[in-house]
């Protein structure tokens, strides 16, 4: 069992009380938050322990979760660090790639594991196709929310557009030779519409939209490869494999359950599902990595990378277009 303290119990931070509380092998000493009102609402709802100052907490803790708004997560890692306590970040990891570089030297300086929460990774939906992405040659990926009076001083890029960014860096192993990006401004003063085109060396395309003020909500992912494209809905927790040789699907090798079905030439396979909370599986992934000495499902380096690409987005934006 590790002994774990929140820092900041905001909008984020409170889902994370209500997970860890669930979760045996993590012990929830308490956490800290500047704001006294929310702290005393949090304590009392959750049974918890306030703790006076983040220092008072890093003294009685093994690691520390960083749910705190994006400009602080650098102090409190930095801090979290030079007391050798693991870190859980949250998403996007800094708001600066030079902060975000000079935590990677941090953490590997001091041997401590900090794991960054690109929370897609563990979305149950995601994980039933990623057997089958394999070097993908187009990735489509349009994630549309509703508009939210929250984080609204970010642009979408670093607020919704960073988790994509993360998969398909994840999924394709290649550096990248050019991004062309368009935003708009809606609402806020920073983009809240986002489409960006990012080609790969190895001819890979990622095509990426990403829009907070939509009047419907989806989040879809499809990989487009040779002879298959793999179709994902996030939100609905449905994957398809859509394979155009319908002989080569629905083997018994397959580990998945599955219910195939035959549209002329094509064959559409159902991968079933596990739904579990994606929180859940973000936090049991990190106790496994600390427990067992092991690399994090989402390192500081991925943090790093999906921030620089993120900034290089918001700068071609910026160049492209004064909405």
Do not use: W
């Amino acid at each position: 069992m590790q002994k774990i303290g929140i820092v900041g119990v905001g909008n984020f931070g409170k889902f994370h009380v209500e997970e860890l509380l669930k979760i045996p092998e993590f012990e929830l000493v308490g956490f800290y938050d500047i704001n006294p009102h929310t702290s005393e609402l949090v304590s009392k709802k959750f049974n918890i322990t306030a703790f006076n100052s983040f220092a008072e907490l890093l003294n009685e803790v093994e690691v520390i979760d960083v749910a705190v708004p994006t400009s602080l997560h650098y102090v409190i890692a930095v801090e979290a660090i030079k007391k050798q306590k693991h870190v859980f970040i949250e998403k996007p990891v800094t708001i600066t790639v030079e902060d975000a570089e000079n935590l990677v030297k941090l953490a590997e300086e001091a041997s401590i594991k900090v794991q960054v929460g690109h929370i897609e990774r563990f979305n149950s939906a995601f994980l039933a196709a990623l057997p089958y992405i394999n070097n993908p040659y187009y990735i489509e990926i349009q994630r549309l929310q509703k508009f939210i009076n929250h984080n609204t001083d970010t642009s979408v890029v670093l607020n919704l557009m960073i988790h994509d960014i993360d998969i398909v860096l994840s999924v394709n192993n290649s550096n990248i030779k050019k991004i062309n990006a368009f935003g708009i401004k809606n609402i806020n003063q920073t983009s809240d519409f986002a489409n960006a085109r990012i080609e790969f060396d190895n001819g890979c395309v990622a095509n990426i939209t990403s829009n907070r003020v939509s009047p419907i909500e989806l989040i879809t992912y499809n990989f487009f490869q040779k002879n298959v494209c793999i179709s994902i809905d996030l939100l609905n927790k449905r994957t398809e494999i859509i394979n155009y040789n319908p002989i080569a699907i629905g083997s018994k090798s397959d580990k998945q359950p599955i219910n195939t079905k035959f549209i002329k030439d094509l064959s559409i396979k159902d991968c079933k599902i596990i739904d579990e909370h994606s929180l859940k599986k973000e936090f049991l992934a990190f106790y496994n990595c600390i427990a067992n000495n092991s690399k994090p499902t989402v390192t500081l380096d991925d943090g790093f990378k999906a921030l620089k690409v993120a900034n290089e987005i918001i700068d071609k934006i910026k160049v492209s277009a004064d909405f």
